[in-house]
């Protein structure tokens, strides 16, 4: 039976009522926190009137804890967030750098909500949130750091005992050995990277590099990823009946900004393809396959030798080789379910592939003896060819940063491996491929994300389409009038002489 206790104010005026029902005990034997409402009188209401509703919410109040339809909402937001992706995790819903990534995101949510209690949370707070999100100065610690004496930074390490600086990287600063070599190259880094080999050298982060602090807005397009994930943590809450509705379906996170994906015109292809051809041979291979295949960052550094079938001139995309700071390098699945796929491929891609195989690849092995690195099998095609880890797949930022100096090298345009992606998908739709083919040859979920994604060249297609359509009409129209200009020209004419 529930038990109702009246509020009162300073004089001694009752104002509310609370409502509590048992809970009962939980499987140790200890005693649950009781259901709890409050219900308020509504002014100019007698006090058999209130005490008549008062019973009726009381005993409504009890049904709905007997039926499972009322939760305890008490917890807050940022105790939730952690069971949530915990529980997704476990699930195998959320992979592990989407698990990286929304733990970055809760930083900032949980500076703003997470002291809520579920039950407290409403809309216009995720609003509020949003608008602080989009000022100047959010940005948690965001910024780059470049590295000012590379030589003290090699005393440093030598000084704590380290003589190996790869070995000091992963052990003592927790950072890889690319960010190492980043920063060694005077090239600048995250603030967070740096911060952690000030800390494990346990100095000052100016007193190793220049700082730049980044204090733009963040982007409305990273202000709704946030909302994603306050929407899924309250979506989860809501399917518990915790709380009643889910407040961050009724929020108004701001719009996003389209932005046109970016690929290459036909000359530009020819002018890379043709700096590609002074490149060495696995550098070569590389270029190629990103733009024959269309294939993800991650999809291509994943292959191994077993996915190349040289009989049907096939890429069989299976998995993807991700990176992670706390977890290194690592084997995932492929984004979506579609994303595992068959490529067929020109004969001109399985030649070049031999001909990297043969002259490049078995050779390397063979030099390396037992030298070369086994991991997970060691049959990548793409691997590191030098040093202790030969035979490792290569890190996937690699390529960024290799694909930045060709393009300098070469005075091309900016490259990176996602336009590669983009021209592949522009390349087959102005030949006239169908969008649902387009969307199994990239890997996409389904044909509506290709068709959202390349929207501006699917328009730019049918405009050129109906341009020549125009100029047909136009030609053909031109004919006919000079075809019968020409039959005026040969009709005999009338002597009008007198």
């Known amino acids: 039976m529930a038990n109702i206790t009246p509020r009162r104010n300073k004089k001694g005026d009752i104002i509310s009522y609370r409502i509590r029902v048992a809970k009962g005990y939980d499987a140790q034997g200890n005693k649950l926190n009781p259901y709890v409402t409050t219900w308020k009188p509504k002014p100019g209401m007698t006090k058999r009137q209130i005490e008549k509703e008062l019973q009726r919410q009381a005993t409504l109040f009890e049904e709905q804890c007997r039926l499972g339809l009322v939760g305890d909402g008490s917890q807050k937001f940022e105790a939730y967030a952690e069971y949530v992706l915990d529980l ?44 602080q999100l989009s000022k100047e100065g959010i940005r948690l610690r965001s910024g780059r ?140 291979t590389l270029i190629h396959l990103l733009l024959v295949t269309g294939g993800r960052r991650g999809e291509l550094m994943g292959l191994t030798w077993n996915n190349i079938n040289f009989n049907f001139d096939t890429v069989s995309i299976e998995k993807t080789l991700n990176y992670e700071p706390d977890r290194g390098l690592y084997i995932d699945i492929p984004k979506t379910s579609k994303s595992t796929r068959f490529i067929k491929v020109p004969k001109q891609t399985i030649e070049l592939l031999q001909q990297y195989r043969d002259e490049y690849w078995q050779p390397l092995r063979k030099a390396a003896g037992k030298a070369w690195s086994d991991w997970e099998g060691g049959n990548f095609l793409f691997v590191q060819d030098s040093g202790k880890h030969i035979g490792t797949p290569m890190h996937p930022d690699s390529i960024n940063d290799y694909l930045t100096k060709f393009s300098e090298r070469y005075n091309l345009p900016h490259i990176h491996p996602h336009a590669f992606r983009h021209t592949a998908a522009s390349v087959l739709y102005f030949k006239g491929m169908d969008i649902i083919s387009i969307s199994r040859h990239l890997g996409h979920a389904s044909p509506s994300t290709t068709q959202n994604i390349y929207a501006h060249m699917i328009a730019e297609a049918e405009s050129r389409a109906a341009d020549c359509m125009g100029q047909l009409l136009l030609s053909t129209k031109k004919d006919k009038q000079q075809s019968s200009d020409s039959e005026e020209d040969e009709k005999p004419k009338k002597n009008t002489a007198g």
């Not at 909302?227 to 961050?248: S, T």
């Open 145 to 284: 750091a470049t590295l000012k004496d590379k030589e003290d930074l090699v005393q440093r390490i030598r000084d704590l005992g380290y003589t190996n600086r790869e070995r000091f990287v992963k052990e003592k600063a927790g950072i890889s050995v690319t960010s190492l070599r980043t920063m060694q190259r005077g090239e600048s880094v995250m603030v967070e990277t740096a911060e952690k080999v000030a800390n494990a050298l346990g100095v000052p982060l100016t007193d190793l590099f220049d700082v730049e602090y980044d204090t733009k807005p963040l982007s409305p397009k990273t202000v709704r990823e946030h909302h994603r994930v306050i929407r899924m943590v309250l979506h989860q809450a809501e399917c518990e009946m915790l709380i009643p509705y889910n407040p961050a379906a009724k929020a108004k996170p701001p719009k996003a900004e389209s932005h046109e994906a970016e690929y290459f015109q036909l000359e530009e292809i020819t002018a890379i393809m043709e700096a590609a051809e002074q490149e060495p041979l696995k550098w070569k």
């Open 88 to 131: 997704k995790v476990r699930s195998g819903e959320l992979r592990h750098h989407t698990l990286v990534r929304y733990k970055d995101l809760l930083k900032r949510i949980n500076a703003g909500i997470g002291y809520m209690k579920l039950t407290d949370i409403r809309p216009q707070h995720l609003n509020q949130l949003y608008e």
